[in-house]
């Protein structure tokens, strides 16, 4: 059974930067589109980024243009999520999520159980 695990999370303070982990197992990532999202505290869950299974196409949301970047490590069946000056508004536990995405399409099927970002001001 393909399993998601995501890691990279933790305390940091504002500004700094991070990098969080989605890796898959028992499949690599390039046979599926891969998401990310966020839900902060008290709020509904919300996307973030996705890379295509083709080409390796990236969409983010309009609140993670700029300071998010999606990458992929073939040889570590992983995919990266780097975010640059993180304020206190990015603390929200950070899903990665195998599915179907395009520029306006977000169909997540498969759930990582979530790492936790908390940013301190």
């Known amino acids: 059974q393909v399993q998601l695990v995501e890691s990279g999370g933790g305390l940091v303070q504002a500004g700094d930067s991070l990098r969080l982990s989605c890796t898959a197992s028992?499949?690599?990532?390039?046979?599926?589109?891969m998401g990310w999202f966020r839900q902060p505290p008290g709020k509904p869950r919300e996307f973030v980024a996705a890379?295509?299974?083709?080409?390796?196409?990236?969409y983010y949301a309009n609140s993670a243009k700029g300071r998010f970047t999606l990458s992929r490590e073939n040889a570590y069946n992983t995919v990266f999520l780097q975010i640059a000056r993180l304020p206190p508004e990015d603390t929200a536990v950070y899903y990665c999520?195998?599915?179907?995405?395009?520029?306006?399409?977000?169909?997540?099927?498969?759930w990582g159980q979530g790492t936790q970002v908390n940013v301190s001001s």
């Open positions: 890379i295509t299974r083709e080409g390796g196409t990236s």
């Open positions: 028992a499949r690599t990532v390039y046979d599926n589109d």
């Open positions: 999520a195998e599915g179907r995405y395009t520029e306006v399409k977000r169909e997540p099927s498969l």
